[in-house]
């Protein structure tokens, strides 16, 4: 499939935005946090991104609703970028000498409110840049060129911090800087040529009507009922998607103990999953205009279950290793394909509004599964038996998946 001007220029935006979620989020954050010596653990990052969260979650629909507007989805986009960028860039002069890990946290949340705000106006960009044929593979790529291209910046960012050593600040900080210039550079392309193709006329008193406009969808979001019935099933599997994404560390540790894995492992099995996620995400893409996406959606679903079966018989890092690999095989598929999914089946003039509820079940998603994994290893005593207690989020988004329709293109 040749990509058109627009579809390269919005997929490069998945690239440069990836490189945040992996360099930032995962790996270089944390461990700056934790050098802070006022910081009583670097797992009181939690709370922080959960407050990041709640925070784009309260405010993507309604932003997105005004953003409905003629000329204006472009505007919020580059705004929240912005922020995003700025920010990131922003941690790079905040060095665990000064103590000062308050600031570390507010420029951390300001960078996490850009990424995840500028994502909404992003994801709703893909009804304008391509068509309802062509939605499963672009999103596909989206996702697989991020996947891989991000572990350039990060490559580069771990090569200097292994050059000036892994317990020196320095590293890292520049690390922060490498990010934010990969993601403000790539997003050039995309703000140069995507243009909002679908949009609501302009009105008198627009942010009452926006109100308006998101209240009656509220009300009535039952009526547009494939878009509910989605968005009901898209909350209990991405649940189990995110829990395993943000767990697969901490109970690999649990389970096998921390000596087992040191840090070059941890970082080795965040790029096997990166790497594995790039041809699958892009096999997935294609299989789904064979077999639809909803089809490979649903065999996304039954490779999580038998990850989370897979993961209770770990005992080893090479067994981590190869479910690291199992993990990436879907990964990008079944997020990407939910992205083009979605972007089909709501109206492409109200795409702001409808990916604001879309990024709502997003970021509420991985609340039940962690809950759910921390309580079956309170009541067992067993760290094996946890990974177990998030089957049953899949198994119910699949029988809800299920009664969607079998439509042409889904």
Not at 374 to 389: I, K
Request: net charge neutral; hydrophobic share 55%; proline share 3%.
């Amino acid at each position: 499939m040749k990509l058109t001007k627009e579809e390269k220029s919005w997929i490069l935006y998945d690239c440069g935005n990836s490189a945040y979620s992996m360099a930032v989020t995962t790996a270089l954050l944390p461990i700056v946090f934790g050098m802070f010596d006022n910081v009583s653990s670097s797992m009181d990052l939690g709370y922080f991104n959960s407050i990041a969260s709640i925070l784009i979650a309260v405010l993507s629909p309604i932003l997105g609703t005004i953003a409905d507007y003629k000329d204006m989805k472009k505007r919020f986009f580059i705004f929240f970028a912005a922020i995003g960028v700025l920010a990131t860039a922003s941690l790079a002069f905040i060095a665990p000498e000064s103590g000062q890990w308050q600031i570390l946290i507010l420029f951390y949340i300001l960078s996490a409110v850009g990424f995840a705000g500028a994502n909404v106006f992003y994801d709703s960009f893909l009804v304008d840049v391509t068509k309802d044929e062509r939605m499963d593979k672009v999103s596909s790529r989206g996702f697989a060129y991020g996947y891989i291209s991000s572990v350039i910046p990060f490559g580069i960012s771990l090569l200097l911090i292994l050059m000036l050593g892994m317990d020196q600040a320095i590293g890292y900080q520049i690390g922060f800087m490498i990010t934010a210039l990969w993601w403000g550079l790539l997003t050039m392309p995309l703000i140069r040529d995507v243009r909002q193709r679908h949009y609501i006329d302009p009105e008198p008193k627009p942010v009452i009507n926006s109100f308006r406009r998101l209240a009656g969808t509220f009300r009535n979001i039952r009526q547009h009922r494939v878009v509910f019935v989605f968005l009901l099933a898209y909350f209990f599997y991405i649940d189990g998607v995110d829990t395993i994404i943000k767990m697969v560390v901490p109970y690999a540790t649990s389970v096998l103990g921390s000596d087992a894995l040191d840090t070059f492992s941890l970082l080795g099995i965040l790029l096997i999953i990166q790497i594995i996620a790039f041809p699958c995400a892009i096999l997935y893409g294609n299989l789904a205009k064979v077999y639809s996406a909803r089809t490979m959606i649903i065999i996304g679903i039954f490779t999580y279950i038998v990850s989370c079966i897979a993961a209770f018989f770990i005992s080893s890092i090479w067994h981590v290793f190869a479910l690291g690999a199992l993990i990436g095989s879907a990964q990008g598929g079944i997020q990407a394909l939910s992205r083009s999914y979605f972007a089909k089946i709501i109206p492409k003039e109200n795409s702001n509004e409808f990916f604001g509820f879309y990024n709502i079940f997003g970021k509420f998603a991985a609340i039940i599964g962690p809950a759910l994994m921390s309580l079956a290893t309170t009541l067992t005593g067993n760290a094996n038996v946890s990974v177990l207690a998030i089957i049953p989020l899949f198994v119910i988004g699949f029988f809800i998946f299920l009664t969607l329709p079998k439509g042409e293109n889904l």
